[in-house]
């Protein structure tokens, strides 16, 4: 069993729909929590992080850590075809090098 | 412009041989990373490079080595390439051991 998991796709959705995209993960350690974008072809990028539990908000993306149930989600409102892309979550502790856990992605295509 | 560039784009090579992937950061930051992503899009840490203090992945074959000649400079060298190796490898930076990763647009090695 991998230490992050994440149901691979493809998730397809028409434009405007709230999409919800999400992980489960198996270490208790991790303590920060990460969204990527990949666009085909490209390298990933920083959507957005949260420490510990809670939500985070940033525009249309809202981001959602339950330590309890090691459960992370990231919500896309009214979304776009732009935002078309595999979504990777990451994760980290403070031991372990520092570095990054990935899951496996979860591509999306938003239609138009 | 481009914050982490990495050379060449697509290399296809037989097995057997040696090959080296380049990469260079401009934003002054003082880590970086190599990571490995397959077909099934699994990002896995590779190596981590930090004020000359170098974090090896135990899993990852000593056929690999990463050189920092300085800190905008890691450089992958593999060799004996095996069909295995076929992927595409990511470098990244941050500012120290970090949740936010700036990667560049990766290096496809296909092994013939």
């Known amino acids: 069993q991998k230490e992050v998991e994440q149901d691979p796709g493809p998730l397809s959705v028409p434009e405007g729909a709230i999409v919800s995209l999400n992980c489960t993960y198996s270490?208790?350690?991790?303590?920060?929590f990460m969204w990527y974008r990949q666009y085909s072809r490209k390298g990933p990028e920083l959507l957005m992080y949260?420490?510990?539990?809670g939500n985070k908000e940033d525009g249309r993306f809202t981001a959602q850590v339950d330590k309890s149930s090691k459960y992370i989600s990231l919500f896309i409102r009214d979304s776009q075809p732009s935002d078309s892309a595999t979504y990777l979550c990451a994760m980290r502790n403070n031991n372990a090098g520092n570095m990054l856990t990935f899951g496996g992605g979860t591509r999306l295509m938003v239609k138009p | 412009d481009t914050a982490v560039s990495q050379t060449p784009k697509y290399l296809v090579t037989q097995m057997g041989n040696d090959k080296s992937i380049k990469c260079e950061q401009n934003?002054?930051?003082?880590?970086m990373y190599w990571y490995k992503q397959d077909s099934k899009k699994f990002l896995k840490i590779m190596f981590s490079y930090n004020n000359k203090e170098l974090i090896i992945n135990e899993t990852v074959p000593n056929r690999f080595s990463p050189k920092s000649p300085d800190k905008a400079h890691l450089n992958l060298h593999i060799n004996s390439l095996e069909l295995g190796d076929s992927a595409v490898y990511f470098c990244a930076s941050s500012h120290r051991p970090s949740n936010v990763l700036t990667f560049g647009a990766g290096s496809r090695l296909t092994v013939l």
């Open positions: 934003l002054g930051h003082d880590t």
């Open positions: 270490n208790s350690a991790f303590q920060y």
């Open positions: 949260t420490y510990s539990s």
